[in-house]
């Protein structure tokens, strides 16, 4: 099959005349790290079977300097044609691998967050007799321009002048009437499902997703304008096996970006840009599949069309939410996300069609002819993530709860958000961390994340992380001298 995969790739190579080749891997943070390596060395060379050597010293949470000789060796099957690099001097592929330990080894490296944590996740759910399916809902924002020397709170100000004692989202807004005359201001928390021309983001939208199905092999099911202002945006695509979901998740990254890029804008994935309107999130739906059927359905199931396995399965996620925060929500802005009042979760519980549940059930549709789309939505995540980690850590969790049958509790129907604390406690629903930090520590203390992610990568990922977090905290904002300078 390799071999196949292999002759397949190069033919793909010499029928585009491929000059270049953008050699990909991702970072214990889930940033894609590339090496352009020429086409020969694909066509007439090795690179496929014996890989390209690289410093892994001076890539995040890979290793120390006195090991730093590693081993990419790229996946045949992720190979895919750039198509805004159509010059001679320019034109180029980019393909996807995994990390290996140099001097021959044959398996791939503890510090690979795809080659070693998300296969290993697979083969675990193999061993269970499962194939779990993931779709992520990945919004993010394109921006006209962002000046970190120049923010305001008032979305309303000039970008040409305005207020000196607030800080917030971007001076430049790509839909504000500064930047097309004449034209709508979108306000905040009021943009979902509109249209042109208040939406000024509809052409790049079918744009990237044009090119995400011709190139990548993506199957879009729809794209929107998202809730926030300033071109919050979602592009969805059809679910897969967690490997191909992970890497189908860097693709539409880099697709997103580079032609962001080539429109004059910026595309961030960042979770919180924006002061006073919604975050960016990525919601994760989970299916687990056993011989070609979806076990998570049963027709009848009253309350949403679900299988015991998939109750059991919720348990898991509620047992590890609060540790898989952290994989889930990794940085310091992730947490300014995670607060009441804009459609992201911060309770521990679960619920059918309910926004406010960290796990959804969708109940758009009923009935058997609908039995391959029953799913959970996992709604704490945001796009900042690595994905294979990810993917993985929520897999194995919910597996756990599959395996020893944990119960997920009575579903919440209720927008939680408007609970009264005493009603909570009676309820027992817990809160998500409320800072990087506390997810950090919940992390440390749960040995199915550490089994899941493996003793580097969680030890690495700790540390990493925990930096960030001390950094944070002793960086003085301009916020803090706005508010305490006449102290």
Known sequence: ???????????????????????????????????????????????????????????RGFKPIDESDMVLKPDPETLAIIPWTQDDAQRSAIVIGDIYEAYGSTEPSEVCPRGYVAKRAVKEAEAMGYTGCFGPELEYFVFSSIDPTKLVWDPWVSPNGGRGDSWGPPRVLPESPEIKPGGYFLRPKEAYFRPPPEDT??????????????????????????????????????????VKTADRTIYYKFVAKNVAKRHGMLATFMPK?????NASGMHIHVSLWRDGRNVMYDEDDEYAEISQTARYF????????????????????????LVPGFEAPIYVMWSRR?????????????????????????????????????????LMAG????????????????????LTPERRRALGIKELPT?????????????LIRRTLGDHLFDAFIEYKTNDWNQYCLYVTPWEIMKYLDY
């Open 435 to 447: 800072t990087l930090k506390d997810a950090l520590e919940e992390m440390e203390s749960d040995e």
């Open 354 to 394: 309910n926004r406010s549940a960290l796990v959804r059930i969708p109940v758009y549709f009923k009935g058997p002819e609908f039995a391959s789309v029953k799913r959970v939505e996992f709604r704490a995540a945001d796009p900042s993530c690595n994905p294979y980690l990810a993917f993985s850590c929520i």
């Open 201 to 242: 983001t509809l052409e790049y939208r079918n744009e990237v997703a044009s090119i995400l199905e011709d190139y990548f092999g993506f199957r879009v099911e729809m794209h929107h304008h998202e809730v926030a202002t300033a071109g919050q945006l979602e592009i969805d695509f059809q679910y897969g096996e967690l």
């Open 273 to 277: 840009p924006v002061y006073l309107d």
């Open 1 to 59: 099959m390799k071999e196949e995969a292999v002759k397949k790739a190069i033919e793909i190579l010499e029928k585009n005349r491929v000059r270049w080749v953008h050699s990909t891997f991702v970072d214990i943070r889930g940033l894609m790290q590339d090496v352009v390596v020429p086409a020969r060395a694909y066509v007439e060379g090795d690179a496929f079977t014996h890989g390209i050597g690289f410093d892994g010293s001076s890539v």
């Open 399 to 418: 597996l756990d709860g599959v395996r020893r049958k944990i119960d997920p509790g009575d579903p919440v129907d209720e927008n939680v958000y408007e």
């Open 314 to 337: 919720i348990g898991g996620l509620l047992e590890h939410a609060r540790a898989l925060t952290a994989i889930c929500c990794p940085t310091v802005n992730s947490y300014k996300r």
